[in-house]
């Protein structure tokens, strides 16, 4: 069977040429006899790949010298109570920023530790915009900000970086991790779940500030206190292997395609595509305001959810997979993730104008 277009919020799309690299080196990893599924977390040729990839991550995003880069597990939800646990630690408070449902779910979790509030929230019309946010909004003795930067269900993404002062930035960029460049020097923490944009699902990466480890509540799990990982520099246990593995691959991937600016140019030329059509169709329509929509995840309606389920059906059947949108919004939903060839969403424009053609 051919390769279908993927267009899946997460897991998703991953570079052919990185699965192709993957499968080459699946029975024998250059010429050490066995599979790195295989292989001791111990061993010299594990370390040089997990250093390989911490290295990509500090080059790409130009990580300034005072960061550590963590490779964890458990998904960004375990981060959601990670962060609490390590940063809510002097006076007790912080203050979320809540854009869609992901930002909720870690606001939900660290009110079990403390006092937890809400500085802006963009609920009130279903998650459709950005709120807007200003020093005066945080608490100013919070120990944190926390906010979720692309959001990947509703489909819009901050294009400013809150100003909170002195007040630690804590950032969820699972769904735009490695899609752009970005200044990590602005932020306390930044971290993402892998399974959108940097690897098969498994892996956590953390670029966490040195000066605020060290601190987390005595009763926090050893393996979340993101000290502990960073002084056993992400091998305190046995780690996600192959998936760190994969991500190296995605990382040279992303390098090797001109780094990080070159990505954005790519992402934001899928991105016009689909959204010159939406703009302009009869049929369909994108769901959020459009100063903060995403470059990463398009949600779209037609308005009629018995023409959405005909159009999900086709465009599955003709090899567009994984676009019906999360059941919380309906419709339709198309992740454009770095994986994503141009081809791909042209491709998909023209199926759309098809449809819309033949059904009006
Ligand atoms: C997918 C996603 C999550 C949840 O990730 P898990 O690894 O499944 O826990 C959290 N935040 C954002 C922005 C996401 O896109």
């Not at 903060?292 to 779209?300: E, G, T, W, Y």
Request: proline content about 4%.
């Amino acid at each position: 069977m051919a390769r279908v277009y993927n267009f899946s919020a997460g897991p998703s799309a991953l570079p052919e040429s990185v699965l192709r690299q993957a499968a080459d080196e699946m029975l024998d990893y250059q010429g050490c006899g066995h599979s790195v599924m295989e292989m001791s977390h111990r061993s010299k040729v594990f370390q040089s790949i997990i250093d390989g990839a911490r290295d990509l991550v500090k080059e790409l995003y130009n990580v300034p010298d005072n960061y550590k880069i963590l490779f964890v597990q458990g998904g960004a939800s375990t981060q959601f109570a990670a962060i609490p646990l390590n940063f809510l630690n002097k006076s007790g408070k912080a203050d979320y920023i809540i854009s869609g449902r992901w930002a909720k779910m870690a606001y939900k979790e660290a009110q079990k530790y403390g006092d937890v509030q809400i500085a802006a929230s963009s609920e009130d019309k279903m998650f459709s915009y950005i709120p807007e946010t200003t020093r005066e909004s945080f608490r100013p003795d919070a120990d944190y900000v926390y906010y979720c930067m692309n959001n990947t269900i509703y489909g819009t993404t901050f294009k400013y970086i809150p100003d909170t002062g002195d007040i630690p930035l804590v950032c969820d960029v699972s769904s735009c991790f490695f899609s752009e460049p970005l200044d990590i020097s602005k932020f306390a923490v930044v971290y993402g779940g892998a399974q959108k944009n940097v690897a098969p699902a498994g892996l956590v990466i953390v670029i966490v500030r040195e000066d605020l480890l060290g601190n987390a509540r005595d009763y926090t799990p050893t393996m979340l206190d993101y000290k502990v990982q960073a002084d056993a520099d992400s091998l305190y246990n046995t780690p996600p292997c192959f998936t760190i593995y994969m991500c190296k691959l995605v990382l040279e991937w992303i390098k090797s395609f001109g780094g990080l600016e070159e990505m954005k140019a790519h992402n934001l030329k899928k991105a016009n595509i689909l959204y010159d059509y939406l703009d302009n169709s009869k049929m369909f329509k994108g769901t959020v305001v459009k100063e903060d929509r995403s470059l990463m995840n398009i949600p779209f309606v037609t308005g009629d959810a018995d023409l959405d389920a005909k159009f999900i059906k086709e465009a599955s059947d003709a090899g567009f997979i994984n676009i019906k949108g999360h059941k919380t919004v309906g419709g339709m939903r198309a992740s454009t993730y770095n994986a994503m060839p141009i081809e791909g969403v042209e491709a998909l424009v023209e199926f759309m104008k098809k449809f819309e053609e033949a059904n009006s």
